[in-house]
Antibody, heavy 122, light 105 residues
Framework: QVQLVQSGAEVEKPGASVKVSCKAS????????IHWVRQAPGQGLEWMGR????????NYAQNFQGRVTMTRDTSISTAYMELSSLTSDDTAVYYC???????????????WGQGTLVTVSS | IQMTQSPSSLSASVGDRVTITCRAS??????LNWYQQKPGKAPKLLIY???SLQSGVPSRFSGSESGTVFTLTISILQPDDFATYYC?????????FGGGTKVEI
C-alpha cells in the first residue's frame, strides 16, 4: 500500500533552517510528483511547492522563493524540504503529498504524509 | 488564483443535506479538488476533477461545477462527516486552497 512517512517534530530557533524528510513506499517513487503543504496552527492549507522525483525539477510558491529547497534521493525513495531563515510565522505542520494526474495536467493529492510539526521559538 | 469558500463554518445535524461552495477568481476548468480534514490528521481526498469521486469515498459525497463556482454536497450527513473541508485549484501554480469550511454539530 502507498505510504508517505515523514520525519519527526522539530524545534528550531529563529534564523535557523529545518529539513523535513518524506519517505515513500508502495509505489514507483519517480513516477509521481511530491508536493509540500503547510498548515499554521488553527489555519488553512498553504502550498509550498513541488518536486518531480524523476528529474529533480522543482516549482516553488513565490511566498517561499529563496527560502525553500526541495530535493530527493531516488535510491531511498525519499523527498526533502528544507526551509531557511525561520521565523515564528513558520511554526506549522508540514505535509508532503503525492499527486496523481488525470490526462496530462489535472493533478490531485491522493496520498499524504502524517505531517511534521515544526516549532520556531527562541 | 484566489479560491473563496463559503460558508466558513456551518452547523448541521445528522441526516441533513450540506452544501459547500468554492468560487475561483478566474476560469480553472475542472481543475478543482475537495479534501476533508479532521483535527490532528492529514487532509483526505474526496473529489477530484470537480466531480470524480475518489476510490473508497462514500457516494453521499458529490461535486459539481458551474463556470467558476464549484459545489461539494453531502447528501445525508453522517457522524463521521463532521470535519473541515477544503477546495483546491490545480489549474496553475501556486496550487491554492480555499479557506476551509468547518462542519459542526
Amino acid at each position: 500500500q502507498v505510504q508517505l512517512v515523514q520525519s519527526g517534530a522539530e524545534v528550531e530557533k529563529p534564523g535557523a533552517s529545518v529539513k523535513v524528510s518524506c519517505k515513500a513506499s508502495g509505489y514507483t517513487f519517480s513516477a509521481y510528483y511530491i508536493h509540500w503543504v503547510r498548515q499554521a496552527p488553527g489555519q488553512g492549507l498553504e502550498w509550498m511547492g513541488r518536486i518531480n522525483p524523476k528529474s529533480g525539477d522543482t516549482n516553488y510558491a513565490q511566498n517561499f522563493q529563496g527560502r525553500v529547497t526541495m530535493t530527493r534521493d531516488t535510491s531511498i525513495s525519499t523527498a526533502y524540504m528544507e526551509l531557511s531563515s525561520l521565523t515564528s510565522d513558520d511554526t506549522a505542520v508540514y505535509y508532503c503529498a503525492r499527486s496523481s494526474v488525470v490526462g496530462a495536467t489535472l493533478y490531485y493529492f491522493d496520498y499524504w504524509g502524517q505531517g511534521t510539526l515544526v516549532t520556531v521559538s527562541s | 488564483i484566489q479560491m473563496t469558500q463559503s460558508p466558513s463554518s456551518l452547523s448541521a445535524s445528522v441526516g441533513d443535506r450540506v452544501t459547500i461552495t468554492c468560487r475561483a477568481s478566474q476560469s480553472i476548468g475542472s481543475y478543482l479538488n475537495w479534501y476533508q480534514q479532521k483535527p490532528g490528521k492529514a487532509p483526505k481526498l474526496l473529489i477530484y476533477a470537480a466531480s470524480s469521486l475518489q476510490s473508497g469515498v462514500p457516494s453521499r459525497f458529490s461535486g459539481s461545477e458551474s463556470g467558476t463556482v464549484f459545489t461539494l454536497t453531502i447528501s445525508i450527513l453522517q457522524p463521521d462527516d463532521f470535519a473541515t473541508y477544503y477546495c483546491q485549484q490545480t489549474y496553475s501554480p501556486p496550487l491554492t486552497f480555499g479557506g476551509g469550511t468547518k462542519v459542526e454539530i
